[in-house]
């Protein structure tokens, strides 16, 4: 079925009927003129090799050509290729603990690693379903919103480190929230929550989120990764034993308790961890356990690839045109003006000819430059869209197509060039859009912030429903924020001048020696003994009453 790519622009087909009124008011001059100039049959006599047929159709031709150009310019296109337009699939948040308890090497290299390993190959399981990532320890973050795009739902698991939460500790409960507000429709079905920890959760919540969520037609379903038994934590920041506040070593263990409880009130599965290969074989389960609660058409643009025939509408328009130029307005020429004209013919088609043999090689060096870019062959996407920038190097398109190719094959720095050549050359709107968004995520994945930010605001502001950059930009900025944190000095500058100014300040005057007696200083001694007697016996109370615990932080 075909579509237009840019249909604001066939708005410009409004200016046809001005065109035709403006013909009509030149014919109408032209008449009023020659009743003017004297006698009709002498003007008639002079004017007699004119032709107001001919003047007719050269101006039926422009008006097509300007017609046909417009429509070229919408660029009509048609789907075409293996990738299906829509998907039947569901709706699938995945849970994330990027707690400190995730370090733990009881699973080698450590349950995080091997957690993001088991997502990886769940995301290939899934190719017809919307993925969203949770990430979440002691406060649960929105990763990544739901998307058709699974490349970049890999992208944004690979940066997901215990770092990513500044939080620390295990709230399963509000995990399991944020997956549901990510969920962008108020069907009660095809929506799915997996749920991957260690299931150490510091959390009451957890089970009663679950069974409102269940409530809600989602289906929450988990992955214990760890051993039961328990191991220390390797604290990164020390690179030693991670040990609680009386000093004791941390040992976690999975608590498969809790994530089976969780999946029985959600009206999932629960599945241990063993190893990523045998988990693998058994992900089929989860699988078919989510298709069971069916499944509904989900449009997909962004990975169909188009046919695009503007190229065709403006050979049209380019022929048109020429036949315009050699249709002449009067009915009979001289030989010598028929030569003349036979040149100009001539000359105008060898001028035109290595333009439109230049454009369809463009055109099929990007074609050849898409087809492998789908194959994952970026290396030889890029070259092609180099020798197109060769030729032409204002082709946005190419530029675009290039900063992708780059980006893919991790040459951040280069395709951040390509995406500036691409903005630069973009007039339109809806692309210049697009493109800053790509250089985002390039700048969030190179830690470059304060250029992300400026990239995701631009997306914005050329497109305020875009609610991927606005998700981006809420995660750049608090990603700056915990950065800022971080780098602050210990020793605060307002704080020393403070104590500065405390310390330049004239002593204080020696109190002067007191005049009691010495049976009067020992019963006040006695009185201050007695006073902190009972507020020790005070504090004893409160220590009985409420016992300090010492809070968790992995």
């Not at 089929?284 to 990975?303: F, V």
């Not at 800022?484 to 020393?496: E, F, G, I, S, V």
């Amino acid at each position: 079925m075909f579509q237009f790519q840019h249909i604001e622009y066939l708005w410009a087909l409004t200016a046809i009927p001005l065109m035709i009124v403006l013909y009509a008011f030149v014919i109408r001059y032209k008449k009023k003129t020659i009743k003017k100039i004297g006698d009709p049959a002498l003007v008639n006599q002079l004017i007699k090799g004119y032709s107001p047929g001919r003047f007719f159709i050269k101006f039926c031709l422009i008006v097509l050509a300007f017609a046909i150009g417009v429509i070229a310019l919408a660029n009509p296109r048609k789907p075409q290729g293996n990738t299906m337009v829509n998907r039947n699939g569901i709706d699938v948040m995945i849970a994330l603990d990027v707690s400190k308890s995730m370090l733990a090497e009881d699973i080698k290299p450590n349950r995080l690693e091997r957690a993001k390993q088991l997502i990886a190959k769940l995301i290939d399981k899934l190719p017809d379903d919307r993925i969203g990532i949770v990430v979440f320890a002691g406060r649960a973050y929105l990763q990544m919103p739901l998307t058709t795009d699974h490349s970049a739902a890999k992208m944004y698991l690979s940066s997901a480190t215990t770092d990513v939460v500044p939080t620390q500790g295990t709230v399963i409960g509000d995990a399991l929230k944020m997956c549901a507000a990510a969920f962008n429709t108020p069907e009660k079905k095809y929506k799915a929550i997996i749920l991957i920890s260690d299931g150490e959760d510091h959390d009451e919540a957890a089970v009663k989120t679950t069974q409102v969520l269940a409530g809600e037609g989602v289906s929450v379903n988990t992955i214990g990764i760890g051993s039961p038994e328990g191991t220390t934590i390797i604290d990164p920041a020390t690179n030693e034993t991670k040990t609680d506040a009386a000093g004791i070593p941390v040992i976690t263990k999975l608590n498969e308790e809790e994530l089976k409880n969780i999946a029985a009130n959600g009206n999932g599965i629960y599945q241990l961890f063993t190893n990523t290969d045998e988990v693998a074989d058994k992900i089929d389960k989860i699988d078919s356990q989510l298709k069971a609660m069916g499944q509904r058409s989900i449009s997909e643009n962004s990975l169909v690839n188009y046919r695009n025939f503007f190229p065709w509408f403006l050979g049209v328009v380019l022929v048109l045109l020429l036949a315009e130029f050699f249709i002449p307005e009067v009915k009979a020429i001289t030989k010598k003006a028929k030569a003349t004209s036979k040149k100009q013919a001539a000359l105008l088609l060898l001028f035109l000819l290595p333009a439109v043999l230049f454009a369809q090689k463009n055109n099929t060096l990007i074609k050849n430059g898409n087809d492998a870019y789908n194959k994952k062959e970026y290396s030889v996407a890029a070259e092609n869209y180099k020798q197109v920038i060769d030729n032409d190097p204002a082709n946005e398109k190419a530029q675009y197509n290039l900063g992708n190719a780059l980006y893919k094959k991790g040459d951040t720095a280069e395709a951040l060039k390509a995406y500036d050549a691409a903005i630069k050359n973009t007039k339109s709107k809806s692309e210049q859009s697009g493109t800053w968004y790509n250089k985002g995520v390039a700048l969030q994945n190179k830690k470059q912030l304060p250029e992300c930010i400026d990239a995701y605001k631009k997306v914005l502001r050329l497109d305020p429903a875009d609610e991927d950059a606005r998700f981006n930009l809420q995660k750049a900025l608090q990603q700056q924020q915990e950065q800022q944190q971080k780098q602050k000095p210990k020793d605060d500058p307002k704080q020393k001048n403070k104590q500065q100014k405390q310390e330049d300040k004239p002593q204080e005057p020696k109190p002067q020696p007191s005049k009691m007696t010495q049976k009067e200083a020992e019963e006040k001694l006695k009185a201050l003994l007695q006073q902190e007697k009972n507020l020790q016996n005070k504090l004893r109370k409160v220590d009985v009453a409420s016992p300090n615990k010492p809070e968790k932080d992995w």
